[in-house]
């Protein structure tokens, strides 16, 4: 069973506009969100993460928002760019020191 | 520039045979994981390692797959014998030290198919 779900397989967004990628988890227990942004024939790499105490954390262009009563979790890129086209994972710990990754969602920004 | 290094990046065999994979964490990492990522369920955590010590391997068949770490600077991952159903690409990451939850970094990952 998949404990953290990513729905939309794709997304599709302009240049300079926000791409919206969402994460839906079952697990109450978890405690630590993450997002990880992979390109073809490479590792994942970090992009940005969450603690289950707050509810949105910044860095630069990447936004997470944490909605732990609806158990999802976004990931707001503003504004977009080609060099974000890739594959996005979001992930998270839980009690007893379980991961789970989702199953990403492949973005192009189209120039 | 420290990185996570796998090898080898590609293994094409054939069914039955072992396959051993081979991760270098990053120097001063405490904390190594292996995925595997398929089309069908995306990155699946295999097992984990802290200190060198088994953490967690639930995600990992056990009837033919083992992972070990020999040292500080090297995890295996093994599969005897192989099937066509564990063709993937298989993902070492190692962790900083200090609580688990601390950022993983991947290596590029060593891409199987088995025949």
């Known amino acids: 069973d998949q404990q953290v779900k990513q729905n939309s397989p794709s997304l599709s967004v302009q240049e300079g506009r926000i791409s919206i990628l969402n994460c839906d988890y079952t697990?109450?227990?978890?405690?630590?969100f993450l997002w990880y942004k992979k390109y073809p024939a490479e590792g994942p790499t970090f992009l940005i993460s969450?603690?289950?105490?707050?509810d949105k954390n910044e860095d630069g262009r990447f936004t997470v928002f944490l909605n732990k009563s609806a158990k999802h979790l976004s990931l707001h890129i503003v504004p977009s760019q080609p060099g974000d086209s890739a594959v996005y994972f979001c992930?998270?710990?839980?009690?007893?020191?379980?991961?789970?990754f989702g199953t990403g969602t492949s973005l192009t920004v189209i120039p | 520039d420290a990185r996570v290094t796998q090898t080898p990046r590609h293994k094409v065999t054939e069914m039955g045979q072992e396959v051993t994979m081979r991760c270098q964490p990053i120097l001063g990492h405490n904390t190594v994981f292996w995925y595997r990522q398929t089309m069908m369920q995306g990155l699946e955590l295999l097992a984990y390692f802290r200190n060198r010590a088994p953490l967690d391997d639930s995600g990992m068949p056990k009837d033919r797959f083992s992972a070990e770490m020999p040292d500080a600077t090297l995890a295996t991952l093994k599969i005897q014998p192989s099937e066509p159903r564990d063709s993937a690409v298989y993902f070492c990451?190692?962790?900083?030290?200090?609580?688990?939850?601390?950022?993983?970094?991947f290596g590029p990952g060593t891409r199987l198919l088995v025949l």
């Open positions: 990451a190692s962790g900083s030290p200090g609580h688990i939850q601390e950022t993983q970094y």
């Open positions: 992930a998270a710990w839980g009690s007893g020191n379980q991961f789970y």
């Open positions: 697990n109450s227990m978890f405690d630590y």
């Open positions: 969450i603690s289950s105490i707050k």
